[in-house]
């Protein structure tokens, strides 16, 4: 299981989450205005994550600048980058390379493809975002429960669903805390030092002296692409129905496969061997439902 899919895959559900809360807060749902004028918040990370992150915001222009190692299966990898995030661009260094590319931003491809569509449309792509969101996170763990409350200060708006449990700065849209396991991750993330309206170093939100950020193309494209299935899928009238029936088929296939597992175990001793193979099986089964869902 590669580190890529996994993150992949945390990314989709994030989204999914975004998109089962009401969809009104503006015109156009993709379009989000800047949290802050300036800031500077910093992280550290916990359990299946070890690390630190610092995120700048200045203006339009956000630049998280993450040291963290992630340890799945035995496996340790270390995730060294800077992730610059503009209107029109998002930008990856990874630092441990001294390489960056770059894209356009999906949540701008996504805002151009919701506005090429009718009222009508828009109105059942709202509809099916909230529907549908919630009914895959039923799936994957049950529906989110939202409540109020504040941390280090600040009004947040707890949701806990799929074992992990956030706190997002109301208003803001900027996750403060984050805690849970998913697929056997232990998934812990709080902010530890908040500063609102403080000067930031212009050198941090561009990518280092020497490093030339190259345009991958075929990732754009991709981006490009996955918009503009995404909005077709959440414009279609019948949306929900059909994901009903492919989570119908996602959960027997999940029966029969854990029913095989079951079958093959019998008589086996349980060591740690086997606790990794079952941990493995459990983040592909994920992998695979986001797969049939969205027709990767």
């Known amino acids: 299981m590669s580190f890529s899919k996994v993150i992949r895959l945390l990314t989709c559900l994030a989204l999914l989450s975004v998109l089962a809360l009401p969809a009104a807060a503006g015109e156009n749902p993709f379009r989000m205005p800047p949290p802050f004028k300036s800031a500077?918040?910093?992280?550290?990370?916990?359990?299946?994550?070890?690390?630190?992150a610092t995120t700048y915001f200045k203006g339009d222009t956000?630049?998280?600048?993450?040291?963290?190692?992630?340890?799945?299966?035995?496996?340790?990898?270390?995730?060294?980058?800077?992730?610059?995030?503009?209107?029109?661009?998002?930008?990856?260094?990874?630092?441990?390379?001294?390489?960056?590319?770059?894209?356009?931003?999906?949540?701008?491809?996504?805002?151009?493809?919701?506005?090429?569509?009718?009222?009508?449309?828009?109105?059942?792509?709202?509809?099916?975002?909230?529907d549908m969101g919630n009914n895959f996170m039923s799936m994957m763990g049950g529906k989110p429960s939202i409540t109020k409350g504040t941390y280090k200060g600040k009004p947040v708006?707890?949701?806990?669903?799929?074992?992990?449990?956030?706190?997002?700065?109301?208003?803001?849209?900027?996750?403060?805390?984050?805690?849970?396991?998913?697929?056997?991750?232990q998934m812990n993330m709080k902010a530890t030092d908040i500063a609102v309206g403080v000067p930031v170093p212009a050198d941090k939100l561009k990518p280092p002296a020497g490093i030339k950020p190259v345009f991958?193309?075929?990732?754009?494209?991709?981006q490009r692409e996955m918009a503009k299935h995404i909005?077709?899928?959440?414009?279609?009238?019948?949306?929900?129905?059909?994901?009903?029936?492919?989570?119908?088929?996602?959960?027997?296939?999940?029966?029969?496969?854990?029913?095989?597992?079951?079958?093959?175990?019998?008589?086996?001793q349980q060591g740690q061997q086997?606790?990794?193979e079952e941990q493995g099986d459990a983040v592909k089964e994920g992998l695979n439902a986001v797969k049939k869902l969205l027709n990767w």
Request: no cysteine; aromatic share 6%.
């Open 157 to 185: 708006d707890i949701m806990s669903t799929m074992g992990i449990t956030s706190y997002t700065w109301r208003g803001k849209q900027v996750v403060l805390k984050q805690s849970g396991s998913i697929m056997g991750m």
């Open 274 to 276: 086997q606790g990794k």
């Open 62 to 130: 956000r630049a998280e600048h993450k040291n963290v190692t992630t340890k799945v299966m035995g496996i340790s990898n270390q995730d060294k980058q800077i992730v610059i995030t503009q209107p029109k661009r998002i930008t990856h260094i990874d630092l441990k390379t001294g390489k960056a590319t770059y894209t356009g931003n999906y949540l701008t491809y996504l805002a151009q493809e919701y506005e090429k569509l009718s009222p009508a449309e828009k109105k059942q792509v709202k509809k099916n975002s909230e």
């Open 231 to 268: 909005m077709n899928m959440l414009k279609d009238p019948d949306a929900v129905n059909k994901q009903n029936q492919a989570m119908q088929d996602v959960k027997r296939q999940s029966d029969e496969a854990k029913a095989q597992q079951q079958s093959q175990q019998q008589g086996q």
């Open 40 to 52: 500077i918040i910093k992280f550290s990370y916990s359990g299946s994550q070890s690390g630190t």
């Open 216 to 222: 991958n193309q075929e990732a754009d494209q991709k």
